[in-house]
Each structure stands twice: as structure tokens, then as C-alpha cells.
């Protein structure tokens, strides 16, 4: 059974750099033709999709994040991990991480992250 | 970018009633569709990929159907575990652009 989980601060200076990693169990990060994704939900609104990386190593972002995002893995740790840079309270939210063949099959529990002085 | 909305945005419903969601695309996105679950505080749950494929695990009750621009998802028979909010997401192109969601509660 795959099982992700979300991990890092929960509190998040503005204009710093939101960091959080997803740890990987019952699977590969590095095999298996499945895609690695981030997804964040600010309180009390929808889904948005922040981004992925390919078991191959190839990401892709949502345009709207593009320029401060980056998703990166760690094959060794089974990991992989979220740097969303020059935060603001707009970027409060309950961030998951999930891997998709075709569809998001399984999901992390979440995770919040607040950003505030 | 494609561009998903979903109608109703909230519908109250009884125990046993039919519900059906309707999502749309902004552009053709052939059946690459997927609806997702989601209760409070908990992550989205998959119940339908490839616009009408019923995830494993998920009750017959649940059903798909459309193609292109149009979707729906039917619950047949209305549970008291299905009240949640209900989203659909294109997976067609980048952006993977999730719909607003319909939310199902108790009438």
C-alpha cells in the first residue's frame, strides 16, 4: 500500500521560503511511470495544483507559481520535496502532496503552513 | 489555460435522493477527467479517473459519464458518508486545473 506523508514548519516568515517534503512508502519516487505532485487548499477554498516531478526527473508547474516554485527528489530517502520562495499570507494553506498515473490515487494527510510575522 | 467549473456550487439532499454534478471545461479535454471526494480537514479521495472509470473501492453508487467539454457524476442512492464536497479536475493539459467543487450536505 503507497502511503505519503508531508513534513515542515508549520510557520513560515513572509518573504521567505516555504520548504516541505514528502516521504514515500509502498512505492518509488524514482520508478513506475507515476507523477509526484503538490497540491495546496487555502482555508476554507478549493484545490489548487501547484506542480510535479516525473519519476524521470522532468517537473512541470502551474504558471501562476512557475517563478518561485521548484519540486525536487530524493531517490535515496524516497523523497520528494516542495521550495516555494518569497511567501505572503496568500500562500497560507493545507499543502498535500499525491502521485498520479492518470489521476491523483494517493494522498498525503496534508499539511499546513501559515505565513505570518 | 483550461478553465473548470462545476454546477451546482452547493446542493442539499436526503438520505436515498439521486444527486448529479455537472463540470465543465473551457476547452476539449477528450475523457481525461477525474472526481475526487473530500470531507473536512481530510485529503481528497479519487472516486472516478478517465471521466467515467470507477476507482477501486468505490461504491457502485458513484458513476461518471460525458466526454470533451461536459461531465457529470451521479450518485445513485445519496449516504450518509457521501456528504462532502465534490471536485473535478481536468488532467489534459498542464495546468491539471481543478473545478470550484460542489458541496453536499443534509436538507
Known amino acids: 500500500q503507497v502511503q505519503l506523508q508531508e513534513s515542515g514548519p508549520g510557520l513560515v516568515t513572509p518573504s521567505e521560503t516555504l520548504s516541505l517534503t514528502c516521504t514515500v512508502s509502498g512505492g518509488s519516487v524514482s520508478s513506475g511511470s507515476f507523477y509526484w505532485n503538490w497540491i495546496r487548499q487555502p482555508p476554507g477554498k478549493g484545490l489548487e495544483w501547484i506542480g510535479y516531478?516525473?519519476?524521470?526527473?522532468?517537473?512541470n508547474y502551474s504558471p501562476s507559481l512557475k517563478s518561485r516554485v521548484t519540486i525536487s527528489a530524493d531517490s535515496s530517502k524516497n523523497q520528494f520535496s516542495l521550495t516555494l520562495r518569497s511567501v505572503t499570507a496568500a500562500d497560507t494553506a493545507l499543502y498535500f502532496c499525491a502521485r498520479a498515473e492518470v489521476a491523483l490515487d494517493y494522498w498525503g494527510q496534508g499539511s499546513l503552513v501559515t505565513v505570518s510575522s | 489555460d483550461i478553465q473548470m467549473t462545476q454546477s451546482p456550487s452547493s446542493v442539499s439532499a436526503s438520505v436515498g435522493d439521486r444527486v448529479t454534478i455537472t463540470c465543465r471545461a473551457t476547452?476539449?479535454?477528450?475523457?481525461?477527467l477525474a472526481w475526487y471526494q473530500q470531507k473536512p480537514g481530510k485529503a481528497p479521495k479519487l472516486l472516478i479517473y478517465?471521466?467515467?472509470i470507477l476507482q477501486s473501492g468505490v461504491p457502485s453508487r458513484f458513476s461518471g459519464s460525458g466526454s470533451g467539454t461536459h461531465f457529470t457524476l451521479t450518485i445513485s442512492s445519496l449516504q450518509p458518508e457521501d456528504f462532502a464536497t465534490y471536485y473535478c479536475?481536468?488532467?489534459?493539459?498542464?495546468?491539471?486545473?481543478f473545478g470550484p467543487g460542489t458541496k453536499v450536505d443534509i436538507k
Open positions: 476547452q476539449d479535454i477528450n475523457t481525461w
Open positions: 516531478i516525473y519519476y524521470t526527473g522532468a517537473t
Open positions: 479536475q481536468q488532467a489534459n493539459n498542464y495546468p491539471f486545473a
Open positions: 478517465a471521466a467515467s
